[in-house]
């Protein structure tokens, strides 16, 4: 038997690939620390008479988001505003961290969980993530504005998501920071604990009628064609709505044809009438 020629294999580097700067500036003064996982991001807006954050990531991830404020020759206590967009975990996290010098900002539904440690909500504890404890200091309603000198940044309370979520408007610079209510391409977050479809649907809808040119989410990427992504942000929210029509619609089928079969399972059996 005529013997293979053994080819060695070489051992090639892998092609470094260019570092993503982690701090990214969008406009003048306006930054994306980005997120480090599981945390969201966190943006800066420097205006000339106030320094704000949106959002704060992970608790676990302080020291990180620390040292990327201090790339951009900031301390802690630079921070005068820090703004909620809600009441998640991956967003709140780091907040205590700055209480002792910022003010703390948030809706008043979102504050109101936030004050009470309400982990059915923050799902803080679920994941495991350290609880530092901090209060809000503004409440926030719809149409608060925040004025940072240089950019003012307006609040539209947006629920759906959850109850407690506000999207941030600059109507100057046409910038839309939405946390978790629009991503970009007009993709939609999950319906959490404390908020609903029918909000959502409004909600969406609202923002569509805003003039953005920037949509700042606080996951995945920043969007420069808004125009696009908020007409599809309102038909999936609208398909969110038909799907739960046509889930509970096959629902009720498969209720009746179980009561028909006799089902052991109680809670399949239609009700009798004088039991409704
Ligand atoms: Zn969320």
Partial sequence: MKEKAIVPRVQTEPEAQPEQSQVIE???GIYQLRGEKPGSHVYLVRGDTKNALIDTGVAGKFQVLKRRLAELGLRVRDIDLVIL????????????????????????????????????????KYHDQPTKPFWVDVWLEDGSMIDLGTYELQVIHTPGHTSGCICL???????????????????????AVGGNVSDYVNSVRRLSNLKVKQLYPGHGKVSSAPDEDLPKAIVYAQTMLDDCKTFFEAFIKTRKSRAKLGSAFGYWTEPRDKEI
């Fill in 26 to 28: 969008l406009l003048p």
């Fill in 85 to 124: 967009t809600h009441e998640h975990y991956d967003h709140i996290g780091a907040t205590a961290f700055f209480h002792h010098t910022a003010v703390v900002a948030a809706h008043r539904l979102a504050a109101n969980k936030l004050e009470l440690q309400d982990e059915f909500v923050t799902f803080r």
């Fill in 169 to 191: 408007y600059e109507p100057r610079a046409g910038l839309l920071f939405t946390g978790d209510t629009v991503f970009a391409g007009g993709t939609l977050s999950e319906i």
